[in-house]
């Protein structure tokens, strides 16, 4: 007893002065972070931070937030291991323990969803780079800022290009298949289809949830080969988005065309393991390398040459987030969260190192969406350069010199 | 008709081979007694060891069994003489020896971010090969060949295990522990070298099913976790200790994989898996083809 506490009192008094420190120094600005480390999603969350880092490196080496004396922006982070549960917790923890400025995070909107709750409840403002689900903004929050476009807007603009592309190649599509992952993201996306796809006069010949912990899809792609539909859409994470595309190539399964929701779809890691089953893929995506905006190229090189692969959607969402973070601090000249809230909400950012997104502004409406956000639509095709995601929707974006394939060629 | 006769091959297949992932956690429970939770991570590491043994040599896919093989038996071996077997030792006047499973608990968790730290997060699948994404074509049916090739593979091992338990020394040894470990030890039998050897053949046993998942299947430092459960289910189906049980557990699982998503949409024969897991524990507590004493 006597030795532990002769080792535990300098121990607490330490931390105490520490801690002390911590608030009064006002030279820097905590930013937790909450993302999947580890566990299904740890991909996405890896490059989540990745792009964190860069940005956060890249505004404190030009002098961090100058109306704050120069602070620096310190990140903190939390694995969510993809659990709502995890990701609460975790939210309560970088608030009281961590004592954190700005919240952001989570990647899966199933965990991003209850845990802004608790932002809101310590009045802690909370930036979400990218989890779409719509309810996210829908909760009437007042501290919940989200950049990418949410996914009533993504499938919105998934069945215009399939309107825009038929068009285009004077080719019917007459029936839909829906495949999605049975979380919140696919089930979300699928809700919508549904009534889009009944507005648009399609006919849907599947509508099928499968477990994103699933080993074995062959099942559920025998039922799309034998519901035989124009075209096939779907919403996966990484590891199934693998497995469904060699599956749908194994089993020759013949469709005008396959138009994927990003996601695991977009993970880098995705086309090297399904090489050329990948091949005519459509996908809608936040952000492609080919987007044609001053300072793009030489983020992802910069982002590249640091981590061997190019920035993804999320990535960019992420590091966008940093600079209308740092941006909102430049404009409270405050640490106080309701200042920065506030700050927050008049964000109207149009340049700087952050804007490397296909839309021209960052604009927060009431509920906290970014306004402008809008996603590219891309193929997956060979050009003589290997397989790689071309931009192809909306027209005006669309890589010079590219020609769409529709529909899909048998192989 | 056609269909449901495709279907139940594929699930067969991949029952076959589910079961064969789950071969290695009934072994080592056999004679362990201590559930290994850290039995998808093996799975994880016979998957890095087949993927690195077929990526640098450019061999056939199942010739990479001569490499996992080996090196699995001796990763299992020494894993349980220099991690677990100390544990044991304290344990040993425990009749269940819980902090054991605390300890594979561990290992999993270790296990998993080395991984991530070595390998880094992404997913790896083979390159081109002669098994990857090949079907044969019969009457108008596809079926997997990787998959047809995990089948023989897992009723060849099944069968191997099967005789060298039975007729070999090593076997007799092994089972005599597994039956009281006390009465073996009086025997003259050493049953920690035992427990090495046993969790060496189950380790070695999960870096088979390694070898038969990669060629349709992906690899990333968690990927233990999607089979973990999956190979608790079967054994439990099966019946715990039952080389035989897990086969047949896992075959029982694939066909309602395979099927049940014809009728019905594929997240809820997860459901109908669980159902049968808890109406089996129930029913029939020993499993299918597990002993009815405790041990």
Request: hydrophobic share 45%; net charge neutral; glycine share 8%.
């Given at each position: 007893?006597?030795?532990?506490?002769?080792?535990?009192?300098?121990v607490?008094?330490?931390?105490l002065?520490?801690?002390?420190?911590?608030?009064?120094?006002?030279t820097?600005?905590?930013?937790?972070?909450i993302?999947?480390?580890?566990?299904?999603?740890?991909?996405?969350?890896?490059?989540g931070?990745?792009?964190?880092?860069?940005?956060?490196?890249?505004?404190?080496a030009?002098?961090?937030?100058?109306?704050?004396?120069?602070?620096?922006?310190?990140?903190?982070?939390?694995?969510?291991?993809?659990?709502?549960?995890?990701?609460?917790?975790?939210?309560?923890r970088?608030?009281?323990?961590?004592?954190?400025?700005?919240?952001?995070?989570?990647?899966?909107s199933?965990?991003?969803?209850?845990?802004?709750?608790?932002?809101?409840?310590?009045?802690?403002?909370?930036?979400?780079?990218?989890?779409?689900?719509?309810?996210?903004?829908d909760?009437?929050?007042?501290?919940?800022?989200?950049?990418?476009?949410?996914?009533?807007?993504?499938?919105?603009?998934?069945?215009?290009?399939?309107?825009?592309?038929?068009?285009?190649?004077?080719?019917?599509v007459?029936?839909?298949?829906?495949?999605?992952e049975?979380?919140?993201?696919?089930?979300?996306?699928?809700?919508?289809?549904?009534?889009?796809?009944?507005?648009?006069g399609?006919?849907?010949?599947?509508?099928?949830?499968?477990?994103?912990?699933?080993?074995?899809?062959?099942p559920?792609?025998?039922?799309?080969?034998?519901?035989?539909?124009d075209?096939?859409?779907?919403?996966?994470?990484?590891?199934?988005?693998?497995?469904?595309?060699?599956?749908?190539?194994?089993?020759?399964?013949?469709?005008?065309?396959?138009?994927?929701?990003?996601?695991?779809?977009?993970?880098?890691?995705?086309?090297?393991?399904?090489?050329k089953?990948?091949?005519?893929l459509?996908?809608?995506?936040?952000?492609e390398?080919?987007?044609?905006k001053?300072?793009?190229?030489?983020?992802?090189?910069?982002?590249?040459?640091?981590?061997?692969?190019n920035?993804?959607?999320?990535?960019v969402?992420?590091?966008?987030?940093?600079?209308?973070?740092?941006?909102?601090?430049?404009?409270?000249?405050?640490?106080?969260?309701?200042?920065?809230?506030?700050?927050?909400?008049?964000?109207n950012?149009?340049?700087g190192?952050?804007?490397?997104?296909?839309?021209?502004?960052?604009?927060?409406?009431?509920?906290?969406?970014?306004?402008?956000?809008?996603?590219?639509?891309?193929?997956?095709?060979?050009?003589?350069?290997?397989l790689?995601?071309?931009?192809?929707?909306?027209?005006?974006?669309?890589?010079?010199?590219?020609?769409?394939?529709?529909?899909?060629?048998?192989? | 008709?056609?269909?449901?006769?495709?279907?139940?091959?594929?699930?067969?297949?991949?029952?076959?081979?589910?079961?064969?992932?789950?071969?290695?956690l009934?072994?080592?429970f056999?004679?362990?007694k201590?559930?290994?939770?850290?039995?998808?991570?093996?799975l994880?590491?016979?998957?890095?060891?087949?993927?690195?043994?077929?990526?640098?040599?450019?061999?056939?896919?199942?010739?990479?069994?001569?490499?996992?093989?080996?090196?699995?038996?001796?990763?299992?071996?020494?894993?349980?003489?220099?991690?677990?077997k100390?544990?044991?030792?304290?344990?040993?006047?425990?009749?269940?020896?819980?902090?054991?499973?605390?300890?594979?608990?561990?290992?999993?968790?270790?296990?998993?971010?080395?991984?991530?730290?070595?390998?880094?997060?992404?997913?790896?699948?083979?390159?081109d090969?002669p098994?990857?994404?090949?079907?044969?074509?019969?009457?108008?049916?596809?079926?997997?060949?990787?998959?047809?090739?995990?089948f023989?593979?897992?009723?060849?091992t099944?069968?191997t295990?099967?005789?060298?338990?039975q007729?070999?020394?090593?076997?007799?040894?092994?089972?005599?522990?597994?039956?009281?470990?006390?009465?073996?030890?009086?025997?003259?039998?050493?049953?920690?070298?035992?427990?090495?050897?046993a969790?060496?053949?189950?380790?070695?046993?999960?870096?088979i099913?390694?070898?038969?998942?990669?060629?349709?299947?992906?690899?990333?430092?968690?990927?233990g976790?999607?089979?973990d459960?999956?190979?608790?289910?079967?054994?439990?189906?099966?019946?715990?200790?039952?080389?035989?049980g897990?086969?047949?557990?896992?075959?029982?699982?694939?066909?309602?994989?395979?099927?049940?998503?014809?009728?019905?949409?594929?997240?809820?024969?997860?459901?109908?898996?669980?159902?049968?897991?808890l109406l089996?524990?129930?029913?029939?507590p020993?499993?299918?083809?597990?002993?009815?004493?405790?041990?």
């Open positions: 007893m006597n030795m532990f506490s002769r080792f535990t009192l300098p607490v008094a330490l931390s002065a520490f801690g002390t420190l911590a608030v009064a120094n006002p820097t600005v905590k930013i937790g972070n993302e999947p480390m580890s566990g299904p999603s740890a991909t996405l969350g890896k490059q931070k990745a792009a964190r880092e860069m940005a956060v490196e890249e505004i404190n030009a002098g961090g937030v100058k109306s704050l004396g120069g602070a620096k922006l310190e990140l903190i982070y939390a694995d969510s291991e993809s659990k709502p549960e995890k990701g609460v917790a975790e939210a309560e970088l608030i009281n323990t961590e004592k954190v400025n700005v919240l952001t995070g989570c990647w899966n199933a965990v991003t969803y209850p845990t802004t709750a608790v932002a809101e409840r310590y009045g802690i403002p909370f930036v979400v780079p990218v989890s779409v689900s719509d309810k996210i903004t909760q009437g929050f007042k501290n919940v800022f989200r950049i990418a476009a949410k996914d009533s807007w993504w499938t919105k603009d998934q069945f215009t290009f399939l309107k825009d592309i038929q068009t285009e190649f004077g080719t019917k007459e029936t839909l298949a829906f495949v999605y049975n979380g919140d993201w696919g089930k979300g996306f699928a809700t919508q289809w549904k009534k889009l796809a009944e507005e648009a399609y006919k849907v010949v599947m509508d099928e949830p499968y477990p994103s912990t699933t080993t074995d899809l062959s559920v792609v025998q039922k799309i080969k034998r519901a035989n539909p075209v096939l859409m779907l919403v996966s994470n990484a590891a199934d988005a693998i497995l469904l595309t060699n599956t749908i190539a194994e089993y020759k399964v013949k469709v005008k065309a396959i138009v994927a929701s990003g996601g695991g779809h977009a993970d880098p890691s995705f086309m090297k393991a399904v090489g089953n990948a091949q005519y459509f996908d809608i995506v936040e952000w390398t080919d987007v044609n001053p300072g793009a190229k030489e983020a992802n090189d910069k982002y590249k040459a640091k981590n061997g692969e920035l993804t959607g999320e990535a969402d992420a590091y966008l987030a940093m600079y209308v973070i740092k941006d909102a601090l430049e404009r409270s000249a405050s640490l106080e969260p309701a200042k920065i809230r506030e700050a927050l909400a008049a964000t950012l149009t340049n190192p952050g804007m490397i997104v296909g839309y021209d502004a960052v604009k927060f409406d009431a509920t906290g969406q970014n306004e402008n956000a809008s996603p590219v639509i891309v193929q997956v095709n060979d050009i003589g350069k290997g790689e995601r071309i931009t192809i929707w909306p027209k005006n974006a669309r890589r010079a010199g590219y020609t769409p394939v529709f529909p899909m060629p048998s192989k | 008709m056609l269909y449901i006769i495709e279907d139940m091959i594929n699930g067969v297949l991949m029952g076959s081979i589910y079961g064969l992932t789950a071969m290695g009934t072994i080592i056999g004679v362990l201590v559930i290994n939770f850290a039995h998808g991570s093996l994880m590491v016979g998957m890095y060891a087949t993927y690195w043994a077929i990526t640098l040599t450019g061999v056939h896919p199942y010739l990479a069994l001569a490499m996992v093989i080996p090196a699995m038996f001796i990763f299992g071996y020494y894993l349980q003489a220099i991690v677990i100390p544990i044991f030792i304290a344990e040993k006047n425990v009749r269940e020896p819980i902090t054991v499973i605390i300890v594979t608990t561990g290992i999993w968790y270790i296990l998993d971010n080395l991984a991530l730290l070595v390998f880094g997060p992404q997913y790896r699948s083979l390159a090969n098994l990857k994404g090949k079907m044969l074509e019969v009457g108008g049916m596809f079926v997997s060949q990787p998959k047809l090739f995990g023989i593979t897992a009723i060849i099944a069968s295990i099967h005789w060298f338990l007729k070999t020394v090593m076997g007799r040894a092994i089972r005599a522990t597994s039956m009281d470990r006390e009465a073996a030890s009086l025997m003259g039998i050493n049953q920690y070298r035992i427990y090495n050897v969790f060496g053949i189950g380790a070695a046993t999960t870096g099913a390694a070898v038969t998942l990669l060629p349709f299947y992906n690899v990333f430092p968690t990927v976790v999607l089979f459960i999956k190979c608790f289910i079967i054994v439990v189906l099966g019946g715990l200790g039952s080389i035989s897990a086969l047949l557990g896992g075959i029982i699982i694939g066909l309602i994989e395979s099927v049940g998503p014809q009728f019905m949409t594929a997240t809820w024969t997860e459901a109908i898996v669980y159902g049968l897991f089996v524990l129930f029913v029939k020993s499993g299918l083809f597990g002993q009815k004493h405790d041990w």
